[in-house]
């Protein structure tokens, strides 16, 4: 296989935020997940739950429920602002005040003409939704407290509004409260404290759903103003409730990290149907705070920052990929930047960036052996950002000279001088001014250009100087596609520059004339890595629904190898992982290797040897290595996968062909969360 | 006689002797000053008015005309007013001087601050461009009492009550929560493999030998909180 050198970095103290609402878009598949330190990312449902696109956050902004309208995207938040989200530029594209204080929630009616938020001040504000912003309309009638939770029924007539200790029905025509439905407390201690009604749904046959405080989920008749049935259903809070689109089932989430399914089902061939207690999921540790309820899965998001989706048993195929349970736990998006030729390391963090010298070893080992360490990395710089805006993207030079980080508003360059052991950092104070902001950011190998995804899926050429870093070239697509650059993968002989888009189209553009040299046919999925071999100029693709391309850039078609794998087919196994592969780099030792990865795993491709049988195991390194010589070479096949590193964010080679694998335990992550409900166990 | 003090005295003229002067100030306020009773030692005119008092007890007292009487007042208010005036030039002197001295101060600061970089501590930088804190390094070694903070958008009180509302029904007192310490430890104890509630996080994790000093230190790579369980 390969003998590899490993700098194991586990001092990256990457803290994923917890989720704080999720909202669903049927007609797109789309799933839009907003996260406690304000960003919102994008979820391709059907394309094996990729994670399309982040908005980053911004301090001060605060998101506390989202909704989409048709194709739009909207959410409010406790600094009284509702925003509408650009979905092409990956930001916000106005926001509105809504005059009431802090907006707690947000409903469109079924029409989708008219958003209703509630607010801090005891207001119910109509807006209406136009073509390109959204126009105050008018306030439904003045309560005393704050409005928590609002649903509109589907006919448009009414909305349901959560309060303290209550819930009020409103004519949405006239603006009055047509009933108001009295929240019970909860026992004991818990009765001198108010019961906050944190979510609510209004079905079509006029009964609302009710989820509070003291643990309980609520049936009420909206017509009569009475509640139909109770159910305890936890000691603690009920956060979060979903109802299915056909109303035959709902989910509510607790803050033991439980969702609850009831279902509308009659309990007997004569009895009238009822709302149900059904299943309990266990899936969180923490507070569940968001939940949807798609057609054939319970999705769940909370403060441990998991997003799980669990497929229904009764609505897909038992034991196949599609019904296993996911939890999506790390972005997508690679947060770590590597000097190749300099060994530092580049962490992206919200607000800040770390750039750390990796440490050195001495002597050689046997595999799986630890090896002395001579140098311990250090932090060499923490560089804080300027501005709100969060940090969106940023990248390391491969020389370690130059850093550059981007936020929605500002991209900014620095130069890194070295000096021994001493390093120092100067801000480039003139560049381009249309380069506002970059999705992605990549340096050439050599250190002279930097390519930054801009608007329109172009990418923007500038060159490096010692006195001036000067525009180049913008580099533009003939699709006409909209959708921002994701990936950049520059050759190493700075002659191409490979790039996708979220409309899964691949682009080849050639950097000695600047201009596109040819376009990979298009694929349905979303290309989740690409690279460029070094010696052949194969274009290797992988997408995220785990199929592998390679591409001739000299003959501008599929290669061989390529058309051979497809034929065949990938493994099973290979196609049941559930975790992108997030990075493809190449062996300088041999070209027949392509080493790629995701966050369970490392595979080394030999295009030398055979495709894997799919009857055959496909992790067989372990047997492998049981074997005498001569069997080993009639058993080997061409995926050779270790699964010795595990959370891994990402793994980067050098370029004394050692590689660095940056883990982030879970263990870690998960020891550092916000507290958890305190729940005795027997016999612990 | 006090010159910021000067005391309002109201009083209807009865005995026939008694000369009762009404000045306007400068401002609003209308001084009735009762020649008789103000107590002028010191002053030129009430040394004197002392001394015509002491050599004939038994006269009548010399008669002033009310020009005199009323440039006198107004003499004595002008002087008052003109002290105050001073008083504050004096503080305002005081005051610009004391931030002169600050600017100076923090200005030998940064000099003294910027004068060479540890290998072996980070330095932390501010990206600033609108301040004189310009790609300045400052190295932790002599950063001793100065701390470093970004000035934030101010959060208004409504959000901020907002989210104390929400702290305190997640976070307060009855809300009932435990550590994550106790979560993980409940875990091992109730998992496949059930291990003792302590060793969950690898502290020996990444022990680093240091060749030179030939001897081992131990420091783990990450910074995990860590309290053993009990009970």
Known sequence: MGEFKVHRVRFFDYMPSGIRALAFNRGTERLAVARDQGSVELFNFPDNYCQEKVIPGRDGRSVEALCWVGSRLFSVGLDGLITEYDLDNLRPKYTVEAYGGPVWSISCNLEGNLLAVGCEDGTVKIFEVLDDRIQFQRNLDRQKGRIISVSWHPSGTKIAAGMMDMIRIFDAETGHAIHRLLVERGVGTAKNREVVVWSLAYLSDNTIISADSAGKVQIWDGLTGTLIRSHYITKWDVLALSVAHDESSLIAGTSEGTVVQFQFLSSGEQQDKEWIRTRTFKNHTHDVRALVLTDIAV????????????????????????????????????????AKKAGLLLFQFPDHLEVWRLGESEGYGKPGECLLIKRKPEKLIHLKRKGEDHICSSALSPCGSWLAYSTTSSVRLYRLQHSGNNISISKVSKLPKFLCSAHQLCFSPDSTKLFASSTQSSVIVISLGQSECKYVHTLATKSGSRQPVHLLAPSEDGKWLATANTDCEVHVYNLNKLKLHCTVPVYGSCPTAIAIHPMTSNLVIVHADKQVFEFSLG??????????????????????RDTPISHIFFNPKNSNHIIMHDVYMLCVIDQSLPFPDPKTRLYNQMSLRGLPEAERVRHSHAFKICKSFQDVLSVISLEDQSLVIVERPLLDIMSQLPAPVLQKKFAT | MKPAVIKFLLKLPSPPSQVCLIVRALETCVVLIRIRQLNMAGDKNSAELNLSLEQSDDEAPEEMNFESARNEALRRVKSALETAKREKEQLKEKR?????????????LLLHLCTGISPYAWAVFCDDDDDDLLNVCI?????????????????????QAAQNFLHSRFYGPESRRTTNNELLSIQNKKGPNKQAAAQFVKKNWGKWHLREQGEKSTTSGHKSEFKPVTG
Request: with cysteine; charged share 25%.
């Open chain 1, 299 to 338: 999705v769940s998001g909370g403060m441990d920052t998991q997003l799980v989706v669990r497929p229904l048993l009764d609505k897909v195929e038992k034991n196949t990929a599609e019904s296993a349970l996911r939890k999506i736990v790390f972005p997508f998006k690679s947060l770590v930047s590597c």
């Open chain 1, 555 to 576: 003959q501008k078609e599929y290669t061989e190898w390529s058309r051979k794998l497809q034929k065949q087919g990938l493994h099973p196994h290979w196609l049941e």
């Open chain 2, 96 to 108: 610009r001087k004391r931030q002169e001295l600050f600017q100076e101060q923090k200005v030998t």
């Open chain 2, 139 to 159: 190295p932790l070694s002599l950063m001793e009492t100065v701390t470093v903070t970004t000035a934030k958008q101010q959060m208004s009180y409504q959000q």
